[in-house]
């Protein structure tokens, strides 16, 4: 057998056995998958948004299929952080890929106090600070439009956990390489980008928006270049490492956003109609470097902003 | 539940705007042990657009075959209505929960409008497998779109059709209620109509039978995981259609 190159990644201080993660409110709690037998590709799961009481979500119609997209304004329906940690984690198949969960909240105390309670969990290796879903009015979107602000949270989360903290940034902020710098100035040991970009439908038939909320957030392969941009840009404000998603569908996807400067990506939408997307996307990555004659996956990283001879 | 691709072995019309699609497992598999009331999601593009799988009752499981009939409506099934047989579609199942026919009942009653009527189908089959008597009561806008009556009546349901343009099937409804008291149902199952699902409460509020509603919703995952699907119950709860569902109690559904 051939060596294989080598796959593996660190987000700050976590490391992954390969730089492909399934991105928050997209596995659920990992367990449902399972079933399809396709979660044991990722380096790691991001487990949906978790608050400190249980949320119900948003009224139904939660979804509309747009070109290519996917709205949602599922609004973090969860069953709040103790039954995550007493009932969730626990089920979530051991598979060698890592547990990150996905925090929000509506105020800083509230963040705070999610983040302690999980940074007793052994089996949690990171936390995702989603200061950017659009779906909750009182969400963390405040937060994650305004620097000063993502900062003052990022800050006060910090000094609620020893564990790698990831902060997930809104492309939904005409300033979202200044909240980057921010929250890399406040503690974050990672930033993730991009959450969901805001938008609409309308039903022509009965003349009303189709979600319930008016508003939603926009996933998928249609928002892919708007993600790109993004992530090119806040890696390079931040010497932290960037986790790039936003479309993903395939290897070669993910590679564009490592070669814009992602440390790791994440899929997430991909996996809605494509369960095996990630297991397809890891297995792609390893046949692309090897036909590259390549042997590491983190020399792809940034590798198209080298200067050209 | 298992994800697999599948042959078309048939892709045709058999009502208005109303095509059946037969499909066998590439793995020869079948769907051994799918039940009345659960579903499929179908994926019948390589492309993002449409993004999502589709979510389809199984019409009828039998030996490695599977099949679904479907009403063309929007992009996702217009795509696949023009699929054409001996090519392949993408589909993970079987999905959700299924009807819970009583052991004990002897008279079941399936009470369906329009498309909504295809689920009902498999359900028939299994209940009249069970030796009860099966009572059908279906609607359509035209003659034309009534689905299933042929593969019912096969099948010895006692069958009763109504048509109407505006969804009152007022005849048939009334129809339902006289036999239910000359000879009291003890199951009826219902799909794909407003009104029919509230005659079906109506019922099991005055006479205690039991009566399930297979519920649609948009889904975008089918398997529980992006809680898109959500309807609110009467317990004040939402619950998933996908995972808790389709198929529920009627008292739980709002009319
Ligand atoms: C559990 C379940 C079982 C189903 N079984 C069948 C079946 O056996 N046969 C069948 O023909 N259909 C069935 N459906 C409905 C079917 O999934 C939709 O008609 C289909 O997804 C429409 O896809 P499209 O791309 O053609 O239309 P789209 O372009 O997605 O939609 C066309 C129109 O239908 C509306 N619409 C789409 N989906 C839904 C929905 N779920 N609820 C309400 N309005 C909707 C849209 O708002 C739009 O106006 C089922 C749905 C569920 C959830
Ligand atoms: C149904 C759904 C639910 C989501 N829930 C969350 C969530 O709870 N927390 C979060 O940070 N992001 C959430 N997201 C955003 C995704 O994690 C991801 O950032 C976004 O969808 C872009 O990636 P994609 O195009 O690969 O889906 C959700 C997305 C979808 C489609
Ligand atoms: S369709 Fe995703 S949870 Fe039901």
Redesign the interface.
Known sequence: MTERPDMSVAIGGLKLRNPVIAAS?????GV??A??GVLDCFGAIVV?GTTLAPR??N???????T????L?S?GL?NPGVDAVIREVIPRIPRTGARIIVNVAGATVDEYCRVAEKLDRVDDVDALEINISCPNVRTGGIQFGTVPETSAALVEAVRKCTGKVLIVKLTPNTGSICEVAKAVEQAGADAVSLINTILGMAIDVQSRRPVLSTVFGGLS??AVKPIALRMVWQVSNEVTIPVVGMGGI?EANDALEFLMAGASAVAVG?A??????AGLEIVRGLEDWLVSEGMDDIRAVCGSAKAVRP | MRGVFATILQNRAVAEDILKMVLRGKDGAGLAGARPGQFLMVRCSDTSDPLLRRPMSLYDVSGDTFSIVYRVVGAGTRLMAKMPEGGEVHVIAPLGNGFNLPPQSGRVALVGRGVGAAPLVFLAKTAIAQGKRVFGFISATSRESLVGVEDLSKMGVELQTGVDTDGSSTELLDLIRERHSAEPFDYVATCGSRRMLRLVQDLRTATGVPGEVLLETRMACGIGVCKGCVVMTADGTYKKVCTDGPVFPVELIAG
């Open positions: 409110g997209v596995v659920g709690y449902e998958y079933d399809l949906k119900a979500g009224p139904p119609p939660r979804l509309a299929e070109p290519s997209g996917l949602n599922v329906e998928g392969p569908s939408t996996l809605l109609r494509n369960p095996r």
